[in-house]
């Protein structure tokens, strides 16, 4: 299975809102509304902001959001803030009943 | 609050077979079907997924990594296990358990370094 395509770094200024896209194939992003993301700060374990592309675990900031068209699913951060900048990853079902992470983005918040 | 910790060796020699356990506390995993995987993460790259077994039984591999991975799950210890064998340097990386409830998202464990080195 292939990775998920993603940008391999963002970048936003304080307050600004970004999106991170993740572009799939239509045999995963594509076929099911099981897309994730999740946020990784150096050293820590990956924590889910969203799953099912759109649905914010409890406790999640609601300036995060997901959305997806056709094979591309996209994270959007607004309001962006300093405790942002982390490494955001995206996952998604396949119709091979497995599961495919994209490559990982870098946030850098200037 | 659902916590899981993962432990095992944080060395394993070459050709040999690396084993973890995932032990989940503040819910059970015997109450529904839960979905429990293994994802892992060389030093400065990015996740790959290793595989998932349903508390039902049922599991799916990484196709890279399915002549010689073995997930198994034991819902009366609320643990889950990942075997992974004829490992090499390659498979040095931190180990992360989750589960899924039905119907949720998922939880982490904070992750467990294994090195393959002789």
């Known amino acids: 299975q292939s990775a998920l395509t993603q940008p391999a770094s963002v970048s936003g200024s304080p307050g600004q809102s970004i999106t991170i896209s993740c572009t799939g194939t239509s045999s995963d992003v594509g076929s099911y509304n099981y897309v994730a993301w999740y946020q990784q700060h150096p050293g820590k374990a990956p924590k889910l902001m969203i799953y099912?592309?759109?649905t914010r675990p409890s406790g999640v900031s609601d300036r995060f959001s997901g959305s997806k068209s056709g094979n591309t699913a996209s994270l959007t951060i607004s309001g962006l803030q300093p405790e942002d900048e982390a490494d955001y990853y995206c996952?998604?079902?396949?119709?091979?009943?497995?599961?495919?992470f994209g490559g990982g983005t870098k946030l850098t918040v200037l | 609050q659902v916590q899981l910790q993962e432990s095992g060796p944080g060395l394993v020699k070459p050709s040999q077979t690396l084993s973890l356990t995932c032990t989940v506390s503040?819910?059970?995993?015997?109450?529904?079907?839960?979905?429990c995987y293994w994802i892992r993460q060389p030093a400065g790259k990015g996740l790959e997924w290793i595989g998932r077994?349903?508390?039902?039984?049922?599991?799916n591999y990484n196709p890279s990594l399915k002549s010689r991975v073995s997930i198994s799950v034991d819902t009366s210890k609320n643990q889950f296990s990942l075997k992974l064998t004829s490992v090499t340097a390659a498979d040095t990386a931190i180990y992360y358990c989750?589960?899924?409830?039905?119907?949720?998202?998922?939880?982490w464990g904070q992750g467990t370094l294994v090195t393959v080195s002789s």
């Open positions: 099912d592309v759109t």
């Open positions: 077994v349903y508390t039902s039984g049922s599991a």
């Open positions: 989750a589960i899924q409830p039905p119907g949720e998202g998922d939880y």
């Open positions: 996952s998604s079902y396949t119709t091979s009943s497995t599961i495919v």
């Open positions: 503040g819910g059970s995993i015997s109450s529904g079907s839960y979905s």
